[in-house]
């Protein structure tokens, strides 16, 4: 990992609470603490003049709950959950947080989720590029400030994450994560290597190993072709199918 510190906002109504994350915040070498606010409107007022990267938010408040606040803030702003209502952990998914903290969370559980942060931030913050060679055989991803040579015979399908792409590959149980939308990555891969078949994924072709109703099958991996894409995909399938 980098050395990006990742700027950060406390947010609770309760004291206590403030306190607490402020010492899981002051342990972690990669945050830096900008404010605690008791209410999202204190909250609200600072990052207008001050935005910052990451909130530990609060959802059960006065005035402007967490979930409220967090659609009002900018997309680079990201959010982690923290609150005693499990309920919540649903709709914090819906706006896109993080990862969600349910109280009482000890120190371990705060830097797994600190982690994640640290994940997204270096991606975003490194300005990830892919790289393709003219031949179109392979390409360089920058991850974690590394440039990765990855040969696109390997690729098993992409998967499409927000503002970031997973790269998944032969023999290779964890994904490469870099920064790039999957549609500027669709305009650059060979069409008859690689087909889109839903909104967060574009497939190896030559690695699908069945097709069910509207699943294809790689590595395992059961990925649905959504009607979007259904009518390319069966033409792929129809033009390459043997019929006796």
């Not at 909250?43 to 402007?64: C, G, S, T």
Request: proline content about 4%; overall charge neutral.
């Amino acid at each position: 990992m980098s050395n990006i510190k990742i700027t950060c906002v406390i947010v609770d109504d309760e004291p206590m609470a403030l306190n607490l994350v402020e010492s899981y915040v002051e342990k972690t070498p990669f945050l830096a603490l900008k404010k605690k606010c008791s209410s999202a409107i204190e909250a609200l007022e600072f990052i207008k003049n001050e935005p910052v990267d990451l909130l530990f938010l609060d959802i059960q408040m006065p005035d402007l709950t967490g979930l409220e606040f967090s659609k009002m803030l900018p997309n680079e702003t990201r959010v982690i959950f923290t609150t005693a209502f499990d309920q919540y952990a649903l709709e914090g998914i819906k706006v896109e947080a993080l990862d969600y903290l349910l109280k009482p969370f000890d120190y371990a559980e705060f830097l797994t989720a600190a982690n994640k942060a640290n994940t997204w931030f270096n991606l975003v913050k490194g300005k990830q590029q892919t790289i393709f060679s003219k031949e179109k055989e392979f390409l360089f991803v920058k991850s974690e400030y590394k440039q990765l040579r990855i040969k696109l015979s390997d690729v098993l399908y992409f998967e499409g994450l927000k503002d970031y792409i997973k790269i998944w590959l032969k023999d290779n149980p964890k994904p490469i994560l870099t920064l790039m939308s999957l549609k500027s990555l669709e305009a650059e891969l060979p069409k008859t290597q690689f087909m889109r078949v839903h909104r967060s994924f574009i497939v190896s072709l030559k690695n699908i190993e069945e097709i069910e109703r509207s699943q294809i099958i790689i590595n395992k991996q059961r990925i649905t072709v959504s009607e979007q894409y259904k009518p390319k995909f069966l033409e792929f399938v129809n033009n390459n199918s043997f019929n006796s």
